[in-house]
């Protein structure tokens, strides 16, 4: 079992940044693919990036690539979401998510948390 709990989100100015956290709990943590999703008022859920266990690999959404870097800390159980130059169409909440396999784009993920807001004035 894998519990995840994100922080981190908030109001910022557009052109900011900002960084989420996820922590998660579990044995399994180190092994499992993690990345972040995000869900605007009235669309769909999102994949926003994904990581690897071991770091090596990150997917990001082909909209996000140059502004977001996700990156982990396996020893802290940790997965963080460096948001820069942040957007009007960024606002939403963003949810973690982990899975025992190479689910890449974070279809239909093993766990997810519970989301935390972002908010970005103009």
């Known amino acids: 079992q894998v519990q995840l709990v994100e922080s981190g989100g908030g109001l910022v100015q557009a052109g900011g940044s900002l960084r989420l956290s996820c922590a998660a709990s579990?044995?399994?943590?180190?092994?499992?693919?993690m990345g972040w999703s995000r869900q605007a008022p009235g669309k769909e859920r999102e994949f926003v990036a994904s990581?690897?266990?071991?770091?090596?690999?990150?997917i990001y959404a082909d909209s996000l690539k140059g502004r977001f870097t996700i990156s982990r800390d396996n020893a802290k159980k940790t997965v963080y979401l460096e948001m820069n130059k942040l957007k009007s169409e960024d606002a939403a909440v963003y949810y973690c998510?982990?899975?025992?396999?190479?689910?890449?784009?974070?279809?239909?993920?093993?766990?997810w948390g519970q989301g935390t807001q972002v908010t970005v004035s103009s």
């Open positions: 579990g044995r399994s943590f180190t092994y499992y693919t």
């Open positions: 998510a982990a899975d025992p396999n190479n689910n890449w784009y974070l279809s239909e993920p093993k766990y």
């Open positions: 990581i690897d266990w071991s770091g090596g690999r990150t």
